[in-house]
């Protein structure tokens, strides 16, 4: 099992699995905030390719926030995990303030990074996605972003990934046209387990990457 240096050095490694990408006008890089888009500058910029941004938020659990429920897009439509929801003896509409919420904070989100720019739906219309991010634990915020995708008409999505659960990437293998993903380690715990560096992206740092990508 690989443990990647960095986020930098995690997307230059993606890009040996894109290469057939390298400098096609129809393909848009998108990353998941905040290390997602790390990972997903290097691979636009070694491809020569767009990049932007496309944000979705877990929905915790009430008393636990860091346990994923689900994971709502910027449309308000959430990917639920009923199953852990019944487990807890929860309700959908007992979440219905968190949703409200996280998608406050997506479009938060999307003003402070993406500014006056294109909204992402005229964006991803017709065109080839690689979605990217630094990692994936249980697949739900990504399974959000790949549902936005589909909904907005992106003629193709390849999810492209260093590490990820072999939960998450079953789960994903089946929604998305291409998956990329460098390591499915047995063990999984937290995507921070496989990187020597792994500190926190600011708001700031996602700005300054995405000036320039674009």
């Known amino acids: 099992m690989k443990i990647f240096k960095d986020r930098q050095s995690a997307g230059k490694l993606l890009t040996k699995h894109l290469q057939e990408y390298k400098g096609t006008d129809n393909v848009v ?26 944000v979705t ?9 860091e346990l994923a429920l689900g994971a709502v897009d910027a449309d308000g439509e959430v ?31 999307e003003k402070e990074y993406r500014h006056e720019r294109p909204g992402l739906a005229k964006l ?3 065109k080839e996605i690689i979605l990217v991010d630094d990692g994936i634990a249980t697949g739900a915020t990504t399974l959000a972003a790949v549902n936005y995708l589909k909904r907005h008409k992106a003629a193709k999505i390849v999810l492209a990934i260093p590490v990820a659960s072999q939960e ?7 929604k998305v046209d291409q998956l990329i ?26 700005v300054e990457l995405l000036n320039h990508g674009r």
């Open 181 to 206: 993903i460098l390591e499915t380690p047995e063990y999984f715990q937290a995507v921070g387990q496989f990187y020597e560096e792994f500190g926190e992206v600011t708001d700031e740092e996602v």
């Open 29 to 54: 890089v998108l990353a998941i905030p905040r290390g997602g888009v790390v990972v997903a500058k290097e691979v636009a910029s070694d491809l020569n390719l767009a990049l932007d941004i496309i």
């Open 124 to 126: 991803i219309e017709g």
């Open 168 to 174: 998450a990437a079953n789960k994903l293998s089946e």
């Open 57 to 65: 938020r877990k929905i915790g659990a009430p008393m636990q926030p």
């Open 79 to 109: 990917v639920w995990d009923e199953r852990m929801i019944n487990d807890l003896g929860l309700k959908i509409e007992d979440l219905a303030d968190t949703v409200k919420k996280e998608v406050e904070e997506i479009k938060r989100r």
